[in-house]
């Protein structure tokens, strides 16, 4: 088992900037895929950014691309989603998500997940 729980998020103007933690614990964090998703009321979970265990290779939406970036330190068990340039379309609970061995970007693959944390943008 692997648990997870996320923190940073909050309210922010648009144009502003947060950074969202996900601690794991349980199992050996660098074994796993990372990824965080996002869900808006009444919307479906999207995916938002993925990093592998090694941290070497990551990958973005496209709504997210230029503004996000994820990252993971493997000493500290935890992954970062630093996010600028905030809008308002960003508001949504944000969920991190674990998968052993490589990262993905289809929710249905990953095995554990964190509580969710929720950022609001405001315009």
């Known amino acids: 088992q692997v648990q997870l729980v996320e923190s940073g998020g909050g309210l922010v103007q648009a144009g502003g900037s947060l950074r969202l933690s996900c601690a794991a614990s349980?199992?050996?964090?660098?074994?796993?895929?990372m990824g965080w998703f996002r869900q808006a009321p009444g919307k479906e979970r999207e995916f938002v950014a993925t990093?592998?265990?090694?941290?070497?290779?990551?990958y973005y939406a496209d709504s997210v691309k230029g503004r996000f970036t994820i990252s993971r330190d493997n000493a500290k068990n935890t992954v970062y989603l630093q996010m600028n340039s905030l809008k308002p379309e960003d508001t949504a609970v944000y969920y991190c998500?674990?998968?052993?061995?490589?990262?993905?970007?289809?929710?249905?693959?990953?095995?554990?997940w964190g509580q969710g944390t929720q950022v609001t943008v405001s315009s």
């Open positions: 998500a674990a998968r052993w061995g490589y990262s993905a970007y289809r929710a249905s693959e990953y095995d554990y």
């Open positions: 349980g199992r050996t964090f660098s074994n796993y895929g």
């Open positions: 990093i592998s265990w090694s941290g070497g290779s990551t």
